[in-house]
Nanobody, 117 residues
């Protein structure tokens, strides 16, 4: 089925920026609603940002104004631009894709983001 592969994570100083990428293996990408989630040990995975197949976006309050989600259907790729990073943004970030009105749900392997003080 559809494979999602995240990249772009790493170590960055507080106040810095990173751009995460999530590449999909199939042209079905254009039909998927996409999202970025993050998770730290001992806590539930939380939605950070989402973008529908039509381009509508929404964000968690904690990242609104700092993060921007976008997609390039020609490249089967969704991005998360992360600016003004804070130590509390440290987490494993996962890419998610959902086919609307079905039970189909796809997950990437995750990429580590670490923000130092």
């Amino acid at each position: 089925q559809v494979q999602l592969v995240e990249s772009g994570g790493g170590l960055v100083q507080a106040g810095g920026s990173l751009r995460l990428s999530c590449a999909a293996s199939d042209r079905i990408f254009r039909l998927l609603d996409m999202g970025w989630y993050r998770q730290v040990p001992g806590k539930q995975r939380e939605l950070v940002a989402a973008i529908t197949s039509g381009g509508s976006t929404n964000y968690a309050d904690s990242v609104k104004g700092r993060f921007t989600i976008s997609r390039d259907n020609a490249k089967n790729t969704v991005y998360l631009q992360m600016n003004s990073l804070k130590p509390e943004d440290t987490a494993v970030y996962f890419c998610n894709g959902r086919l609307p009105f079905t039970t189909r749900d796809y997950w990437g392997q995750g990429t580590q983001v670490t923000v130092s003080s």
